[in-house]
């Protein structure tokens, strides 16, 4: 996992920030409703959900939906400029994969991006 560098002025900030018990309501919040909605589907947590329960709980608006499509195709032209000396079905294939993988994990950031930090806390 890349993780950027965090600049030593937000570091050395002396802004006050955020309490801790504001942001464990939040948390707590959020678990209560993923064990409400994972009932029944034996999972518990939204990193858990396989490809079906991310279609069924993280619905794209059509904004969304044309977002993802032009990341897709990015990330597809730059993955066969990257690998243009592989045989063009070993090159797709392994992109296939990669962009599942992806696309599992982008579908709920997406949702959040586009429907405000409130979507965590909606059923």
Known sequence: MDVPAVPYKDLSDRRSAEPSEVIRRRVVAARNVQLRRFYDEKIYTNAQMPPR????????????????ENAFLRVLA???????????ERVLHTFSVESVRLAGSLLPKLRILFHGDDALLSA
Do not use: D, H, Q
């Open 78 to 88: 730059s993955y066969l400029t990257a690998n243009s000396k592989s045989s063009p």
């Open 53 to 68: 329960l991310i279609r069924k709980y993280c619905v794209l608006s059509l904004e969304c939906e044309k977002i993802m």
